[in-house]
């Protein structure tokens, strides 16, 4: 199954890209209107690229009332990416959601201020108002992100979406200032795959709930990786920007990826990435 | 929007910028003003580039090689490939009266097509140096004015239609001037598409993506 990451398409300018995923995730949603961070908000680097964007968003109301009945026209799968600064925030905003996919619960954008509850604790109390399946999106930026997988998963969390970016600052190089508005900035492209695959490989064992890995994809191969390591579908991020045909590729050589293992299909390579470390226990 | 593989057909400098030709392939041109992705060798993200010329089934972008994406697209040679995606955005509006075209600098980049669908109409443009003024060649029935003069105190009383490119502050000291004149703004983009958000820029206090609801926009 592939996915965009949230905040990496919009699926009303691009309605034809969309519709190539098996699923459209929205930009991330929170109470208020948002204008997001001030310009400069991108910045390419060696070996990835830098977002400033800062949860840009209508606000609650005017997607509920505006975008909502537009994406559905679409036909396409809906998962809400829902963000916010506390707790109640979060579950105000799952409560007034009905019909959709799934919901992202946005609990690591490394562009805003972070809600002084807990990732367990703002799960739980969206889980208490709805019954849509709940996915948590965790940052790679914490020790042990096993750990805050399981803390999730007993707060109710039916899914994890793994990973959100990593913050990051690129200087210009002549006046050695930050190239973004904001000084620091999400870092997401191919740099990040190796964090993505480490993250998903150990909530992977961590947890029993599937996961949705993404980070730094860029071919069928990078897709099938994410799932050998735990992954039960794969988001697409930064390749959008420049490759708005990447899911039909990726979905491609994904299936040659797998005949070419001997597999009936990409999902029959979910863990395998796993079993040689249990050969090594044995 | 569409996305072709093209060839590139030539490169050939003009003062400091490269004049790249592409095979346009089933690439339509466009109105003057849109602009094309064109994917950047070696590089992470394609660069935003309006159409400089369009002839049959060629387009020619110019570029400045500013820095790591630009100066990969410069050394592109005929016969090297690349992704195009477009054409993007929304470009000038062609049924004025009495157009006057504005450019500054790489600025003047989609003038020269814009010069051709409005019947060569008079344009001033202003350059940093008389070495970068060579780009002028390419925009018919042009005023040149090179640093330390202004394009703005070339700008007649009643200049008619105003469309403009360049950098920042001549456009906003266009905007002063000229109410009504036609914009073309730039800003640091990552898809062209609407996808990443990156290109937002403040329009009446509020955050407005570039690429969806420009790059030409009124100037009041």
């Known amino acids: ?282 | 929007m569409r996305l072709e593989r093209c060839r590139v057909t030539g490169a050939e400098q003009v003062g400091p910028y490269t004049l790249l030709r592409v095979d346009a392939g089933g690439l339509d041109a466009g109105v003057p003003g849109q602009f094309f992705m064109l994917e950047a060798p070696g590089r992470l993200l394609p660069r935003p580039m309006s159409v400089c010329l369009a002839a049959a089934r060629e387009l020619a972008f110019l570029i400045d090689p500013i820095g790591p994406g630009t100066q990969a697209l410069c050394s592109l040679e005929r016969g090297e490939e690349l992704n195009v995606l477009g054409p993007l955005g929304n470009g000038f509006e062609l049924d004025v009266e009495r157009p006057l075209l504005v450019g500054g600098g790489i600025g003047i980049a989609p003038l020269p097509f814009l010069s051709e669908r409005l019947g060569e109409p008079p344009a001033i443009l202003g350059f940093r140096s008389d070495w970068h003024a060579e780009a002028a060649a390419l925009v018919p029935n042009a005023e040149v004015c090179v640093e330390p003069t202004y394009v703005t105190e070339l700008l007649p009383d009643h200049p008619g239609t105003v469309l403009a490119c360049g950098p920042e502050p001549m456009l906003a000291a266009l905007r002063a001037r000229v109410p009504d004149a036609q914009l073309a703004w730039e800003a640091p983009m990552a898809c062209g598409y609407g996808a990443c958000y990156g290109c937002a820029i403040e329009i009446d206090g509020e955050l407005r993506r570039l690429c969806v609801e420009g790059p030409v926009l009124r100037a009041a």
């Not at chain 1, 620091?184 to 490989?201: E, R």
């Not at chain 1, 064992?205 to 860029?218: D, E, L």
């Open chain 1, 1 to 282: 199954m592939l996915l965009n990451a949230s905040g990496c398409l919009d699926a009303l300018t691009a309605p034809e890209v969309a519709r190539s995923l098996d699923g459209f995730v929205t930009k991330t949603i929170t109470p208020e209107p948002r204008k997001g961070n001030p310009p400069v908000r991108i910045a390419e680097t060696a070996a990835g690229m830098l977002n400033s964007i800062g949860l840009a968003n209508p606000g609650r109301t005017c997607f509920l009332a505006e975008t909502l009945p537009r994406l559905w026209e679409l036909g396409v799968p809906l998962w809400v990416s829902v963000g916010g600064f506390s707790a109640a925030d979060y579950a105000e905003t799952c409560a007034r959601l009905e019909g959709i996919e799934a919901v992202e619960l946005n609990l690591s954008c490394p562009n805003v201020d972070e809600a002084p509850e807990s990732a367990a604790a703002i799960v739980s109390a969206c889980r208490a108002v709805t019954s849509l399946p709940l996915y948590a999106k965790l940052s790679p930026s914490t020790w042990d992100i096993a750990e805050a997988a399981r803390a999730v998963e007993a707060a109710g969390a039916d899914g994890l979406s793994l990973v959100n970016t990593l913050r990051g600052l690129a200087l210009d190089e002549r006046t050695l200032l930050p190239r973004l508005g904001r000084g620091t900035g999400g870092y997401s492209g191919p740099a990040l795959k190796p964090v993505a695959l480490a993250a998903v490989y150990a909530c992977s064992a961590a947890v029993g709930i599937p996961i949705v890995g993404m980070g730094g994809v860029q071919s069928g191969l990078d897709a099938l990786e994410l799932i050998a390591a735990g992954a039960s579908a794969v988001a697409l991020g930064t390749i959008l920007f420049s490759d708005p045909a990447a899911p039909a590729r990726i979905r491609s050589e994904l299936a040659v990826e797998a005949a070419a293992r001997d597999l009936g299909h990409p999902l029959d390579a979910r863990r395998a990435a796993h079993s040689s470390l249990q050969m090594g226990v044995s």
